[in-house]
């Protein structure tokens, strides 16, 4: 059945790319809310969905009843966050790095050997003297 509904903070404010899911799916099904906090998902009677969104504490839970075609939520107070911090992870794999050079390498190797031959060919095309 498909439920629709609106995810807003404790303040009445829409809440945009919150994300819902349904708990427990493998693989994950969700979505997440427009602009304006609206959703729409696709879900079985007796499943849960769950409301989550960046800086909120624990994600809200609904359970899907029969006579449900519109769940509307609003999320706990979100936790104050002063910073997201984002891990990079240096690659271990340099296989396509080092490709990536040889065939650098021999580009610039043979822009250098054409470079050479028109050389050659420009000072064999010079007339040095011409008497007639």
Same mark, same amino acid.
């Given at each position: 059945m498909l439920i629709k509904g609106k995810v807003t903070d404790y303040n009445g404010e829409p809440i945009h790319l919150a994300s819902v899911s349904i708990k427990g799916s493998n693989p994950l099904i969700g979505v997440s809310t427009d602009f304006d906090g609206n959703y729409a998902i696709n879900v079985n009677v007796g499943q849960t969905l769950e409301f989550s969104y960046v800086g909120n504490q624990q994600p809200t839970e609904r359970l899907v009843r029969l006579y449900d075609s519109i769940i509307d939520v609003t999320m706990a107070n979100q936790l104050n966050l002063d910073e997201i911090v984002i891990n990079g992870k240096k690659p271990t794999n340099y296989? %396509?790095? $080092? +490709? %990536? +050079? $040889?065939v650098a390498g021999f580009i610039i190797k043979s822009i250098s050997d054409i470079s050479k031959e028109e050389k050659k060919e420009k000072e064999q095309a010079k007339v040095k003297k011409v008497t007639i």
């Open positions: 296989f %396509g790095w $080092i +490709l %990536g +050079l $040889i």
